[in-house]
């Protein structure tokens, strides 16, 4: 069955970085497109990036612009988000879901989610 | 003015229907969008229910029961969920969501309380 496993989150300063990992089964990883997707605690759902199937096209809320990276490497079907000058309100769970053919198509599936907490 | 705006909690009985509405901010055509609306519950991740752009092009998510439903109203300028037959275990968040200028845009969440 398709699965997705998150992993590398944890308890950071503000102001360092951390990578997020996202391992994919159960499916062709290297034709899907992925999102990561967060959610404060208490909070709804906020989409932070998608990456397309084959790596070339990615995409970001405003609100990580310029500080995440999403990146693939689909020989490992895994998917990453690199974080850095981390800040406090980047505190949440993060999910990684499959998306479908093209960036644009939404999530039919999601991890379980790994908790990043930013504080000093 | 946010782009999708949902209310944030309706309550229902068992056994009746819940409409959860999903409007776009005006100047955003909902005729255009594929809606996808999402289940979470509480220490859970999101669940994928449905697509919806129209009677033609819409997709139910995998084991979701054909109770949950989407449609469009055009006049609103909304997407809705609609649930029949409501049973405790729906008792949840709902999300919608849509692809727009190139980035996925969520809704706020409606809080469905049945009781």
């Known amino acids: 069955q398709v699965q997705l496993v998150e992993s590398g989150g944890g308890v950071v300063q503000p102001g360092t970085s951390l990578r997020l990992s996202c391992v994919a089964s159960g499916f062709t990883f290297n034709t899907y497109a992925i999102h990561w997707v967060r959610q404060a605690p208490g909070r709804g759902l906020e989409w932070v990036a998608a990456?397309?199937?084959?790596?070339?096209?990615?995409y970001y809320a405003d609100s990580v612009k310029g500080r995440f990276t999403i990146s693939r490497d689909n020989s490992k079907s895994t998917l990453y988000l690199q974080m850095n000058s981390l800040r406090a309100e980047d505190s949440a769970v993060y999910y990684c879901?499959?998306?479908?053919?093209?960036?644009?198509?939404?999530?039919?599936?999601w991890g379980q989610g790994t908790l990043v907490t930013v504080s000093s | 003015q946010a782009v999708l705006t949902q209310p944030a909690s309706l309550s229902a009985s068992p056994g009746a229907s819940a409409s959860l509405t999903c409007t776009l901010r005006?100047?955003?055509?909902?005729?255009?969008?594929?809606i996808y609306w999402y289940q979470q519950k509480p220490g859970s991740p999101p669940q994928y229910l449905l697509k919806y752009r129209s009677d033609s092009d819409k997709q139910q998510g995998s084991g979701v029961p054909s109770r949950f439903s989407g449609s469009k109203d055009a006049s609103a300028n909304a997407g809705i969920l609609l649930i029949s037959g409501l049973q405790s275990e729906d008792e949840a968040d709902y999300y919608c969501?849509?692809?727009?200028?190139?980035?996925?845009?969520f809704g706020g969440g409606t809080k469905l309380t049945v009781l």
């Open positions: 879901g499959r998306g479908g053919t093209y960036s644009s198509d939404g999530a039919d599936c």
């Open positions: 990456i397309s199937s084959d790596g070339n096209n990615k």
């Open positions: 969501m849509i692809w727009h200028s190139s980035a996925v845009v």
């Open positions: 005006s100047g955003i055509n909902v005729g255009t969008y594929r």
